[in-house]
């Protein structure tokens, strides 16, 4: 089974800045996209940003021109770095991963991170 293991959530103030990262490991496996969610009390988690194999991007209105994803291919490693922050960026982020692994494919998702962004 291919884990997930996400880091750098913390507290930051508005206007700073946060990377977060996600690690896959695990034996016999291939990765696809991936994509960072995130989900804020008493809402539904929402789409942040999606990554494809080959580096093409997408973001969610809200967060475009404020953060970036990036991926690692030969690290299994996926980062969003988060600038700009604003107090509605408050919320648990989760990664998420297409795992492919023999003849199996399936998403994979990180125990999730917190980020609050506060004065």
């Known amino acids: 089974q291919v884990q997930l293991v996400e880091s750098g959530g913390g507290l930051v103030q508005p206007g700073g800045s946060l990377r977060l990262s996600c690690a896959a490991s695990g034996s016999m496996f291939s990765i696809g996209n991936m994509g960072w969610y995130r989900q804020a009390p008493g809402k539904e988690r929402e789409l942040v940003a999606t990554i494809t194999w080959t580096g093409s991007t997408n973001y969610a209105d809200s967060v475009k021109g404020r953060f970036t994803i990036s991926r690692e291919n030969a690290k299994n490693t996926m980062h969003l770095q988060m600038n700009s922050l604003k107090p509605e960026d408050t919320a648990v982020y989760y990664c998420?991963?297409?795992?492919?692994?023999?003849?199996?494919?399936?998403?994979?998702w990180g125990q999730g991170t917190q980020v609050t962004v506060s004065s």
């Open positions: 998420n991963m297409r795992i492919y692994s023999g003849l199996n494919a399936y998403d994979n």
